[in-house]
Nanobody, 121 residues
């Protein structure tokens, strides 16, 4: 079993930056991808970014690909999301997730509790 805990969310102004962190514990060696998703009221949860745990290959959703950067530290069992140039439409609850599968954007197996990001204009 794997547990994920997110941190680093907050309320910021448009154009500001935030760094989200996700700490994993438990049986993590079988994880293939670590990812970030986000969700706003009334909308489906959407893929934001992911990184392969073995090789470090990164994948990004188009709306954020030039502004966000995902990284990981396997020794610390942690994954990070550096968010620059935040926009009001980035406002959401951000979830850290882990996958044991072969897809970078779907089929994630375990999830954190979420951290709120609010961007005002």
């Amino acid at each position: 079993q794997v547990q994920l805990v997110e941190s680093g969310g907050g309320s910021v102004q448009a154009g500001d930056s935030l760094r989200l962190s996700c700490a994993a514990s438990g049986r993590t060696l079988s994880t293939t991808f670590m990812g970030w998703f986000r969700q706003t009221p009334g909308k489906e949860r959407e893929f934001v970014a992911s990184i392969s745990r073995p090789m470090g290959s990164t994948y990004y959703a188009n709306p954020i690909k030039d502004r966000f950067t995902i990284s990981r530290d396997n020794a610390k069992n942690s994954v990070y999301l550096q968010m620059n140039g935040l926009k009001p439409e980035d406002t959401a609850v951000y979830y850290c997730a882990g996958s044991r599968g072969s897809s970078y954007f779907r089929g994630y197996d375990y999830w954190g509790q979420g951290t709120q990001v609010a961007v005002s204009s």
